[in-house]
């Protein structure tokens, strides 16, 4: 089992940027592929972006392309976001999750297994 843990959220200006970072302790975080989503109270989870276990493979949803920018580093146990040119709409509480099928890069959530608690981002207009 892996536990996430998220951070590097916050307030920021619209058009400004923020890296978010995903840690994982209880095993390697090279044995999964990684996922990120976001969510807004009454809405349901929102894919985001996902990245194979190498690295070598990403999949992003159409709001993030030519945005964000998802990769991860294993040597250090850490997935990261970083998110430019940020919009209002980019308000969330932003969640990492692991896929044990490593190779895979998905948009469904529930072919993830484990989750991290989620770090909210908050742009202003």
């Known amino acids: 089992q892996v536990q996430l843990v998220e951070s590097g959220g916050g307030l920021v200006q619209a058009g400004g940027s923020l890296r978010l970072s995903c840690a994982a302790s209880?095993?390697?975080?090279?044995?999964?592929?990684m996922g990120w989503f976001r969510q807004v109270p009454g809405k349901e989870r929102e894919f985001v972006a996902a990245?194979?276990?190498?690295?070598?493979?990403?999949y992003y949803a159409d709001s993030a392309k030519g945005r964000f920018t998802v990769s991860r580093d294993n040597a250090k146990n850490t997935v990261y976001l970083q998110m430019n040119s940020l919009k209002p709409e980019d308000t969330a509480v932003y969640y990492c999750?692991?896929?044990?099928?490593?190779?895979?890069?998905?948009?469904?959530?529930?072919?993830?297994?484990?989750w991290g608690q989620g770090t909210q981002v908050t742009v202003s207009s």
């Open positions: 999750a692991a896929d044990r099928s490593h190779y895979r890069v998905t948009y469904y959530s529930g072919l993830y297994d484990y």
């Open positions: 209880g095993r390697t975080l090279s044995s999964y592929a």
């Open positions: 990245i194979n276990w190498s690295g070598g493979n990403t």
